[in-house]
């Protein structure tokens, strides 16, 4: 079993906060992606659970036993480096059986660990090699086979992908993925890479400043962003974000903008200043007689060209705006243009808080409207 | 019908060429002149003002000054080095052949290897060559082997203090040895040093140390180790900082305590450090005990305290046997050198770039 929790985890350093408190529970058998910009504090959780840097308060539980005062070597926890750490005067097969050797195993079960975790990574050819001499998609799998030899509780993965082209990325990325499935085992993997923590994920847990903003399934960050950094990180190119008002008017709530008014729901609310939010995927040109649940203007600056779809890019009143559509042959958008969305597709967030706010339509049998209740929960992991 | 599209190095469709205009880049071989660049059209005072002499210079001074100008930069180093190393050194290959009492007045006369033969049979260099594989054992523990404890030690002390400590070691190998001679000849004074009285409190008689044969190797190698310890710690602190902390975290998830992560990672990569503190010693007690021999015991009582520099200086320049001291000189030279290369070719060996 590999069970993580994590109960008010907290690291200062002299003048910053890198860990604020963090509660998180990492159910046996996920692959949970800390996903965050640099600073954000998920390299200094991971080395926390590793054992590798001492919180300065909370604490840590594996399987349900304290391990917040346990020494790294005691954890039953692997590890993949950023830097893969190999050590660089052993041989690759001297580094596979390391751990091996440190727990005391007799020989013969030390050889056969090694060739069987070698030969299911494809490096049995290399064993005889020093790290300086393999390429860096040898020493990655050097270094997961390194963990992956001691059958450890759960592993855990700085970055681990980040020093390695982008082709070989990708099919690391999928050989990683199938390496979990295979070993039903937990992992924690640490990554500033979207692309990472949505292909590979079944849990991501957004970090922003030391705090999670959002811990959830990849679908769920990614289609209900909970705040407007969540939903300004995840996805390429990113949420478009603009400033508007949410009032309420002859028994419709509206969505007021810079340059237009739309209604959305029936129901009744307090004027709200609010940030509302629609990716690129979900805007579409207006061109024909067809309208939207709400349109705005956007002046077109430019349009790439990326083979498989276009992306445009323009101005609207108050912000910048990006917009991708399917090259279906029709006329590539100049200037002023008209665009829209679906209600469905509509992000709000409040302007104070940066958190996300969901409509709850209102009970018909309820005589005052109550206003829609910011979603400050998060889902907890698992 | 198919067409099929040729691969196209030009970006944009050409304009179609009126007669008398080029294109830039394309070479008219009729005139031989270089392709001329576009913005050269531009006017007067631009490039194309420039006369055919200026073409004709300009690359030829670039020639001379590539050729030339490294060579300008090595000079002065190389001239110091012609001058202050490798001139004497072969001009002590020669005076090792002749038998010279270094007077500009009195002839050198050819002995042959007379010199040599004299040199490997002299008591005294046997007892010089004794002293100093003595110096350099006991003083490898203040080089080598304190300076490994201390570093290991100071792995886990932490902040500023460090820095603090460190300092404060290295301190003493700063000071100018000449000046560290006399305070260490008063602190070992049979009258009143300090050493002696303290040594007298635990019962101990020392007596006049520099005056005792078996004593006063001992007195020596405390002073020098003491300045030395400080050049160690200093060069083994900064190795371990060269060792990036991940192979000791990567090494702790293995499961490594710290006694193993000390002998499996941090002394394998270390081990370049420790070769090349070894070499200094090997090649530097000589010279690191010259200052002390020269200020406190002239080598003696009874040649005890000796060292072969300390006697080849004394055959140079006391007894004034220039071939004699030459001789001795080119043997060192080429023992040491024998020595360094067994040592740079270690040093290769256990290098692990760390990439």
């Keep these: ?382 | 019908m198919f067409i099929t599209l040729e691969p196209s190095l030009d970006v944009a469709p050409a304009p179609p060429l009126a007669p008398g205009d080029r294109r830039p880049g394309d070479r008219d071989a009729a005139a031989g002149t270089p392709p001329t660049p576009v913005w050269a059209k531009a006017g007067p005072g631009g490039r194309a003002g420039r006369t055919a002499s200026d073409k004709a210079s300009a690359p030829a001074k670039r020639l001379w000054a590539r050729r030339v100008v490294p060579y300008l930069y090595v000079l002065p180093a190389t001239a110091l080095l012609l001058t202050w190393s490798y001139k004497p050194l072969v001009e002590t290959f020669q005076l090792s052949a002749y038998d010279w009492n270094l007077l500009p007045t009195s002839p050198k006369t050819f002995v042959g290897l007379e010199n040599f033969v004299e040199a490997v049979t002299l008591p005294e260099v046997g007892r010089a060559l004794t002293n100093t594989l003595v110096y350099i054992a006991a003083l490898a523990v203040f080089s080598l082997v304190l300076p490994l404890v201390i570093g290991l030690a100071a792995q886990q002390v932490r902040g500023r203090w460090k820095t603090f400590y460190q300092a404060l070691i290295f301190v003493p190998f700063l000071l100018t040895p000449v000046a560290t001679s006399a305070v260490w000849r008063w602190l070992w004074a049979d009258e009143g040093g300090l050493i002696p009285l303290a040594l007298r409190a635990l019962g101990l008689e020392v007596g006049a140390v520099f005056r005792d044969p078996q004593l006063a190797i001992v007195a020596i190698i405390v002073a020098v180790g003491w300045q030395l310890l400080g050049f160690g710690v200093l060069v083994v602190s900064a190795g371990m900082a060269g060792i990036s902390p991940d192979y000791a975290a990567a090494a702790a998830l293995d499961g490594a305590g710290w006694g193993r992560i000390t002998a499996r990672v941090t002394l394998p990569l270390l081990s370049p450090t420790l070769v090349f503190l070894g070499l200094m010693t090997v090649l530097l007690a000589a010279p690191w005990t010259f200052s002390l021999l020269d200020m406190i015991t002239k080598g003696g009582p009874v040649d005890s305290t000796t060292n072969i520099y300390y006697i080849l200086y004394q055959f140079g320049f006391q007894s004034f046997d220039a071939g004699l001291s030459a001789a001795l000189g080119v043997i060192f030279f080429i023992g040491f050198g024998l020595v360094a290369l067994v040592f740079v070719e270690a040093t290769e060996r256990l290098s692990f770039y760390d990439d």
Excluded at chain 1, 20 to 33: A, F, K, N, R
Excluded at chain 1, 120 to 149: F, H, M, N
Excluded at chain 1, 296 to 323: K, W
Aim: charged share 25%; hydrophobic share 40%; proline share 7%.
């Design chain 1, 1 to 382: 079993m590999g069970t993580i929790e994590v109960k008010g985890l907290t690291r200062a350093f002299k003048d910053t906060i890198a860990v604020d408190q963090i509660d998180l529970t990492i159910d046996h058998g996920e692959l949970v992606v800390l996903l965050g910009p640099s600073g954000c504090g998920k390299t200094t959780l991971l080395r926390m659970i590793a054992g590798i840097l001492e919180p300065t308060g909370g604490a840590i539980c594996l399987d349900g036993r304290d391990i917040t005062a346990l020494p790294a070597k005691r954890r039953d926890i692997a590890m993949v480096f950023q830097s893969y750490a190999l050590y660089p005067h052993l041989s690759v097969y001297k580094n596979l059986a390391f751990p091996l050797g440190v727990r005391r195993l007799p020989k013969a079960e030390v050889d056969r660990r090694v060739r069987e975790v070698a030969a299911s990574l494809e490096i049995d050819a290399l064993l005889d090699r020093k790290p300086k001499q393999l390429s860096g998609g040898q020493r990655q799998r050097v270094a997961v086979g390194r963990a992956l030899v001691r059958d450890p509780q759960a592993f855990l993965m700085d970055e681990p992908l980040s020093n390695l082209d982008a082709t070989l990325r990708t099919q690391t990325r999928q050989e990683l993925v199938h390496l979990h499935q295979r070993l039903g085992a937990t992992f924690v993997y640490v990554t500033h890479d979207q692309v990472e923590a949505m292909t590979m994920a079944t849990q991501i847990v957004v970090l922003n400043q030391g705090r999670i903003e959002q811990a959830g399934p990849p679908s769920q960050v990614y289609d209900s962003p909970a705040s407007v950094f969540v939903a300004g990180f995840v996805g390429s190119p990113a949420m478009n974000l603009m400033p508007a008002r949410v009032v309420g008017r002859d028994g419709f709530v509206e969505l007021v903008g810079e340059d237009f008014t739309a209604p959305l729901w029936p129901g009744q609310t307090d004027p709200l200043e609010v940030t509302f939010g629609v990716r690129p995927e979900h805007l579409r040109l207006l061109d024909g007689p067809a309208g939207a649940d709400v349109e705005f203007h956007l002046v077109v600056d430019a349009v790439e060209n990326l083979g498989h779809e276009e992306a445009v890019y323009g101005r609207a009143e108050g912000a910048r705006v990006c917009l991708r559509r399917p090259r279906d042959g029709a006329a590539t958008p100049r200037g002023l243009s008209r665009v829209g969305l679906d209600r469905r597709h509509l992000h709000i967030f409040d302007r104070a808080s940066g958190r996300r706010l969901e409509w709850v339509p209102d009970a018909p049998n309820q005589a005052e409207p109550t206003p829609p209740p910011p979603q400050h929960a998060l889902a907890g992991v698992g």
